[in-house]
Nanobody, 124 residues
């Protein structure tokens, strides 16, 4: 059973940074691409970034390109999302999920179930 647990969210001022982590268990981690998604209040969930199963291919939403960096450590079954130059519009609950193909894009379908997510709030 796929299980992914997100952590690292918090309250940060505009221009600040956070590093999110996604710890995986219950499946062969290196066989799956992983995506980060987010859902802001009143909005649909959207893809933010994804990384191929080997880590050599990445993709980003235009809204985060140049500010966010996705990476993975297959020895630790963990994917990271480094978020710099945060903006108030980045405020959302962030989720990670295995996705249905590799290489992937932010439009690649996630595999359920969703985890609890981690809240990111960007505010002064």
């Amino acid at each position: 059973q796929l299980q992914l647990v997100e952590s690292g969210g918090g309250l940060v001022q505009p221009g600040g940074s956070l590093r999110l982590s996604c710890a995986a268990s219950g499946f062969t981690f290196q066989d799956y691409a992983i995506g980060w998604f987010r859902q802001a209040p009143g909005k649909e969930r959207e893809g933010v970034s994804c990384i191929s199963k080997g880590g050599r291919s990445t993709n980003y939403a235009d809204s985060v390109k140049g500010r966010f960096t996705i990476s993975r450590d297959n020895s630790k079954n963990t994917v990271y999302l480094q978020m710099n130059s945060l903006k108030p519009e980045d405020t959302a609950i962030y989720y990670c999920a295995a996705v249905s193909r590799s290489p992937c894009t932010v439009s690649t379908s996630p595999l359920r179930p969703w985890g609890q997510g981690t809240q990111v709030t960007v505010s002064s």
